[in-house]
């Protein structure tokens, strides 16, 4: 089970090396991994830490998801 309080999207990119991440739920919540997992742990702990910014800047925390969704996809490629 993975254990996360929001949904979270993890997008693979044009380099092999790297996958960007960001939750739809969370505004402003993004990173980057090295792998699908390392996005996963990253993301896992990530919102703890925002949601702890959120709180101490008295800004709105949005409710928790019961039932996040984790989706993997390739980033849209931009319009040359």
């Keep these: 089970m993975i254990d996360l309080s929001y949904s979270l999207t993890i997008e ?4 092999p090396s790297f ?5 739809p739920e969370l505004e402003g919540f993004t990173g980057i991994g090295t792998s699908v997992e390392d996005c996963l ?3 896992k ?8 910014l959120l709180k101490e800047q008295a ?19 931009s319009a040359a």
């Design 12 to 15: 693979a990119t044009e380099d």
């Design 45 to 52: 702990w990530g919102m703890i830490e925002h949601i702890e």
């Design 41 to 43: 742990y990253k993301a």
């Design 59 to 77: 800004l709105p925390v949005p409710a928790a998801n019961p039932n996040p969704r984790v989706i993997i996809q390739n980033a849209a490629l």
């Design 19 to 23: 996958f960007s991440f960001y939750s």
